[in-house]
């Protein structure tokens, strides 16, 4: 089917939208917006890919653009302050080229330099001014982008922040070892894993520098909260896994919801299929009700001090922003070239990948 997306210009286009894919909620419940920061964000992102060389000069001009990462961000983190979007859509745009990293370190059976790299990023993510200069362009980019992230909040944020993300980084370590042993994960060990590769928790951490505060723990770790979050980083997961399960199957790829649920459930392909989408849908349903809850905790804590009030304010807009997030994510898979993998010259290797830094020279 066709839907107009607002993305990339300043003309709606036209998207198809495979039948198979396509979210009519989405389409009409979920209004997309766009950080007004977004030009100058997108050309900001394409300059910091070449100043740290995560990406060539030639990759960049062809492909940065079409890849839609500061697309994503900008429609996830509306109201940011410019500086907090700028750092948060450099950040993803890094946390790309890593999972490129990783991938090839996979298919190349790499396990030194990804085990050398896993533990220069637990390095540079406790102490990033040290290694702002490291030698592999991929580790000071991160410092970079994580010592900026750090200057927005507070030493608490910034110690809750590095401990999702050591635990991120584990979960890729715990990828590779599947992926090169060929080792599917149950269902219920696919979902844990997930929750730690697709940075769920690292995604809802970036709501608070966006609204400005750091929220009260009793806030953030409320039920309604912490459900709405999940739910909205459940949708994002699930919806990648139902848009790339074909390409994984063709790919002997072994984490992917469908893959698990054949492979552990005895389910085929047409069933695994159903049984994605309906989790996908599930998880739109059930967020519009987690929604409500949390705006009803936001008025509660409206108390009539200034400081309840600014804590209502941001629980508000960081459900607003959880609500972005689900068109951000539809519309990102069927703009960006990331997914065009038909279109490629090689399906086993993205065009845009940084092949020198990716050690194949």
Not at 280 to 298: G, M, N, P
Request: hydrophobic content about 40%; glycine content about 6%.
């Amino acid at each position: 089917m066709h839907a107009f997306s607002h993305g990339s210009s300043s003309t709606p286009t036209a998207i198809a939208v495979p039948p198979a894919l396509s979210l009519p909620v989405i389409e009409s419940g979920f209004p997309r917006q766009l950080h007004p920061y977004w030009p100058k964000l997108q050309e900001n992102t394409r300059t910091w890919l070449l100043e740290k060389r995560l990406m060539p000069a030639d990759k960049v001009e062809e492909y940065a653009d079409g890849l839609c990462y500061t697309d994503l961000m900008a429609g996830y983190y509306i109201g940011a302050p410019d500086e907090v979007m700028q750092a948060i859509a450099d950040y993803s745009a890094w946390f790309f080229v890593w999972d490129d990293r990783h991938d090839r370190d996979v298919i190349h059976g790499r396990a030194d330099a990804w085990r050398r790299l896993r533990f220069q990023l637990h390095a540079a993510l406790d102490a990033p001014g040290d290694h702002l200069h490291h030698e592999d362009p991929l580790v000071a980019g991160f410092a970079d982008s994580v010592g900026r992230l750090y200057s927005f909040l507070g030493q608490n944020w910034n110690e809750r922040f590095a401990l999702h993300f050591h635990a991120v980084i584990e979960a890729y370590d715990q990828e590779f070892r599947n992926r090169t042993s060929g080792t599917i994960p149950t269902v219920d060990e696919y979902l844990e894993l997930r929750r730690l590769t697709f940075a769920h928790w690292i995604w809802t951490d970036l709501l608070e520098p966006s609204a400005g505060i750091e929220l009260p723990d009793a806030v953030r770790l409320h039920p309604a909260f912490h459900r709405a979050a999940l739910l909205s980083q459940e949708f994002a997961a699930w919806y990648n896994d139902l848009c790339s399960l074909p390409k994984e199957i063709a790919g002997d790829e072994v984490h992917n919801l469908g893959i698990s649920l054949i492979h552990h459930q005895g389910l085929t392909l047409e069933e695994a299929v159903t049984e994605v989408r309906r989790r996908v849908e599930e998880s739109i349903s059930e967020f519009l009700v987690a929604e409500k809850d949390v705006l009803r905790l936001a008025e509660t804590l409206a108390d009539g001090t200034a400081r309840g009030k600014a804590v209502s304010a941001a629980v508000t807009a960081c459900v607003g922003n959880m609500r972005n997030w689900f068109s951000s994510v539809y519309w990102f898979h069927h703009e960006s070239g990331r997914y065009r993998v038909d279109s490629w010259d090689d399906r086993s290797t993205p065009p845009y990948v940084n092949n020198e830094a990716a050690g194949e020279k």
